[in-house]
């Protein structure tokens, strides 16, 4: 955690590797259940999160697989910034800055004036969890339920195992990429997702 004081403003900005993986489910209350068979530390219960995702018009920031999230969830705005994923994992391993906002509504504005476009949004429940030392985010999207492990890769192998999750299963795929496979799946023309 870094903190940025000046005169009239202190910021303070988590720094992290992030590690992660996703994998679809077929329904949240179910393998919620199965995961509270294990009693996890409830660290949110199920809540909205609204995301808006930002680049440059000419798309330079996915282009290097770069985002720039800003997040509304439980009241509270966070700005977060992911570096591009290492490519030789079978997890998403990532840089991630975040930072929580006073006025997310403001730096949306702000984000315009220098040339940063809302190019996706995506809504989502989630509840998370902690459990052996991984993060256990559990979410219901417009185009299904997916689980996110967050934590160190063996902690993630051996959680996934404990709870009979193959690893074949894991996915990489922002909810993004997901997003566009099942509009093309559906044959549907992609927008935001959102319900």
């Known amino acids: 955690m870094g903190k940025v004081a000046g005169s009239r403003l202190q910021v303070e900005v988590a720094v992290s590797t992030e590690t992660e993986v996703k994998v679809k489910i077929e329904e949240a209350e179910d393998f919620i259940g199965q995961l509270q068979t294990l009693k996890p530390e409830i660290l949110s219960v199920r809540h909205f999160e609204d995301n808006h995702l930002f680049d440059y018009p000419d798309g330079r920031l996915r282009a290097c697989h770069c985002l720039i999230r800003v997040r509304y969830a439980q009241g509270e705005c966070k700005l977060t910034f992911k570096g591009p994923p290492r490519a030789e994992s079978v997890f998403k391993i990532r840089e991630e800055l975040e930072t929580k906002l006073e006025n997310g509504e403001i730096l949306c504005r702000i984000f315009e004036k220098v040339g940063l476009r809302k190019w996706f ?36 192998y051996a959680l996934a195992r404990k709870m009979r999750v193959d690893p074949d299963r894991f996915l990489k795929d922002s909810y993004y990429a997901l997003y566009m496979q099942y509009c093309q799946q559906k044959n549907m023309v992609p927008g935001d997702m959102v319900f």
């Open 121 to 156: 949004r995506y809504q989502k429940y989630r509840r998370e969890f902690q459990l052996e030392g991984v993060t256990v985010a559990v979410d219901e999207t417009p185009i299904g339920d997916y689980v996110e492990f967050e934590g160190h890769e063996e902690k993630i």
